[in-house]
């Protein structure tokens, strides 16, 4: 494992100055100067942060901590340690109340949609936020997650832009470590913390190296699902992993429209983000 975690290893230099200068440029060109991150105590949302204030100065830079009456203390408390050592503002909205007044209708709800249901409620309040602060909602999802389609369309996944979306998890420990975060941050065991207990490689029944090492080489590589394997993965686990990325591809795309005038949205009618500006 750790012979092909190797593949994974980036020049952290070289990354951070571009991610730096990405965050700057893509909001400055909209005119705007601000940034807004859902900060949640987790190892993604933290490197945003780092990130976010390196380009923007700390004045410009919002973390909004959104707590749940089950989020754990050291959530909140790590997240506090990233605003104290960052400078940056903050901000503590609880969505217990106005979550729970849209739960309590139903009285069997399972984990899954609750976790989304508390998902878009935070983006709800980033993206509110975001016109009170007159700054852009930066994302938080690294490139495993989106491959692999473990978030919320139209929540966590949901962002103006996103710095860290084409790196892997790995990857991004390997910059947390290069920003100086706070270790136990890093070292805590990933999780969306939506319900007590919460891992999040419980949840997908596989550790996060071992997808970043076969989604790197399925999609970055293009190997087969059979040179995968040789790898020395089960071939059920590649193949699962593959299926996943197919099954949750519309997550990564707005929505399709049909087709019905000669240039429709997104098929026939497109430009770049930054179109006249």
């Known amino acids: 494992m750790d012979r092909l975690i190797e593949k994974l290893k980036i020049d952290c230099s070289l990354i951070s100055n571009y991610l730096v200068e990405f965050v700057r440029q893509e909001i400055t060109k909209t005119g705007l100067t601000k940034a807004v991150i859902g900060l ?4 993604d949302s933290s490197l945003v942060a780092y990130i976010a204030k390196e380009a923007l100065g700390k004045n410009n830079v919002y973390g909004i901590l959104m707590p749940y009456k089950l989020s754990s203390k050291e959530s909140i408390d790590d997240a506090l340690k990233v605003v104290e050592d960052t400078g940056i503002n903050h901000k503590i909205v609880e969505i217990t109340k106005a979550a729970d007044a849209y739960l ?10 609750r976790g989304n249901v508390l998902a878009r409620m935070r983006m709800i309040v980033l993206f509110d936020h975001s016109s009170a602060y007159g700054g852009l909602v930066v994302g938080t999802s690294n490139k495993t997650e989106l491959l692999l389609g473990y978030g919320t369309w139209y929540g966590d996944m949901a962002s103006s832009l996103n710095p860290i979306g084409d790196l892997y998890k790995n990857q991004i420990y390997q910059l947390a470590r290069y920003f100086n975060l706070p270790e136990n941050i890093i070292k805590k065991k990933p999780s969306a913390d939506l319900w007590v207990g919460q891992s999040d490689e419980d949840e997908l029944g596989f550790s996060y190296d071992e997808a970043d090492i076969i989604l790197y080489h399925l999609f970055d590589l293009r ?6 394997v040789k790898l020395g993965f089960s071939k059920d686990l590649v193949e699962g992993i593959a299926q996943r990325v197919r099954k949750n591809q519309f997550k990564r795309l707005p929505p399709i429209i049909a087709k019905i005038s000669t240039r429709t949205i997104n098929i026939d009618f497109r430009y770049l983000r930054d179109w006249g500006m």
Do not use: T, Y
């Open 40 to 43: 949640s105590g987790g190892i």
């Open 104 to 113: 309590e209708n139903f009285e069997e709800i399972n984990n899954v949609r």
């Open 223 to 228: 190997w087969s699902i059979d040179e995968v």
